[in-house]
């Protein structure tokens, strides 16, 4: 007889679809940064040929904790299958801690890792609780229009531009926050180590105005299996050069034994 007892099944995280591609492959599975539209990986995963699929995470249910998060992704992959995980900004804590969540319960299910635009931890970061602060008490159209003037570095379509200026409107502010207080407890230093059979690389702009070379070098460093790739952009590689942001994917994916 079936139980009448009501399951609390928690929700897919939400997940957007970039473009068709090789079924036969690895989908790719972007995090975007906080604030961040996952429109910013659109060309690039179409670039690759690969299915790509982007997360928009601050616009699913909470908690917005980045280990929550990262626990939820990890439900998704098992969804989608094998996946190359892309992580831009905070959405590459993200993508490591659901690296290690699925090795931990021994899934083989990340084939390659690609991280952009980010670091192992926030030291020499800047002030995060100024960011905080700015989110809970700027909030608004001109806050805004800053954070994705100083995101992209380099010259990107105008209508893509406006588009990710108007994304942040859909986005609650106390789930921002959220994710950025989180950040500030997470180092991935001793994380990093256990991805040690998952094919990665490591990208940096060369502009980025958030993050800094010495950032991307720590976190190519304690990355096992990785290389360190720097572009000619500012804080959104993927979407500032999308062509040779897909070579990058596409050497990773050249790595993986399927």
């Given at each position: 007889m079936p139980s009448t007892e009501k399951m609390n099944v928690r929700p897919v995280l939400k997940h957007v679809k970039l473009c068709d591609g090789d079924a036969g492959k690895p989908a790719l599975l972007c995090l975007p940064g906080a604030m961040c539209s996952p429109e910013v990986f659109a060309a690039m995963a179409e670039s690759t040929g690969y299915i790509g699929y982007g997360v928009p995470w601050l616009e699913s249910e909470g908690p917005f904790d980045l280990v929550s998060l990262a626990q939820r992704v990890s439900e998704l992959i098992d969804q989608l299958g094998k996946v190359i995980l892309v992580g831009h900004s905070v959405g590459t804590v993200i993508a490591v801690l659901a690296a290690r969540q699925c090795?931990?319960?021994?899934?083989?299910?990340?084939?390659?890792?690609?991280l952009s635009n980010s670091g192992a931890n926030t030291r020499g970061l800047g002030d995060i609780d100024s960011l905080i602060?700015?989110?809970?008490?700027?909030w608004g159209t001109a806050f805004w229009e800053a954070f994705s003037t100083r995101c992209i570095g380099t010259d990107i379509p105008p209508q893509l531009m406006e588009r990710l200026q108007a994304y942040p409107a859909q986005l609650n502010p106390s789930a921002?926050?959220?994710?950025?207080?989180?950040l500030k407890a997470i180092d991935l230093l001793p994380v990093l180590p256990s991805l040690a059979g998952i094919p990665a690389a490591v990208v940096h702009g060369r502009f980025d105005k958030a993050r800094t070379m010495a950032h991307a070098t720590e976190l190519a460093g304690a990355l096992p299996a990785s290389s360190l790739h720097v572009l000619e952009t500012g804080h959104t590689s993927a979407a500032e050069a999308p062509a040779a942001f897909a070579g990058i994917v596409q050497s990773v994916a050249d790595r993986i034994l399927i």
């Amino acid at each position: 007889m079936p139980s009448t007892e009501k399951m609390n099944v928690r929700p897919v995280l939400k997940h957007v679809k970039l473009c068709d591609g090789d079924a036969g492959k690895p989908a790719l599975l972007c995090l975007p940064g906080a604030m961040c539209s996952p429109e910013v990986f659109a060309a690039m995963a179409e670039s690759t040929g690969y299915i790509g699929y982007g997360v928009p995470w601050l616009e699913s249910e909470g908690p917005f904790d980045l280990v929550s998060l990262a626990q939820r992704v990890s439900e998704l992959i098992d969804q989608l299958g094998k996946v190359i995980l892309v992580g831009h900004s905070v959405g590459t804590v993200i993508a490591v801690l659901a690296a290690r969540q699925c090795m931990a319960d021994g899934r083989n299910s990340v084939a390659g890792l690609v991280l952009s635009n980010s670091g192992a931890n926030t030291r020499g970061l800047g002030d995060i609780d100024s960011l905080i602060d700015k989110v809970s008490m700027q909030w608004g159209t001109a806050f805004w229009e800053a954070f994705s003037t100083r995101c992209i570095g380099t010259d990107i379509p105008p209508q893509l531009m406006e588009r990710l200026q108007a994304y942040p409107a859909q986005l609650n502010p106390s789930a921002v926050a959220e994710s950025l207080a989180s950040l500030k407890a997470i180092d991935l230093l001793p994380v990093l180590p256990s991805l040690a059979g998952i094919p990665a690389a490591v990208v940096h702009g060369r502009f980025d105005k958030a993050r800094t070379m010495a950032h991307a070098t720590e976190l190519a460093g304690a990355l096992p299996a990785s290389s360190l790739h720097v572009l000619e952009t500012g804080h959104t590689s993927a979407a500032e050069a999308p062509a040779a942001f897909a070579g990058i994917v596409q050497s990773v994916a050249d790595r993986i034994l399927i």
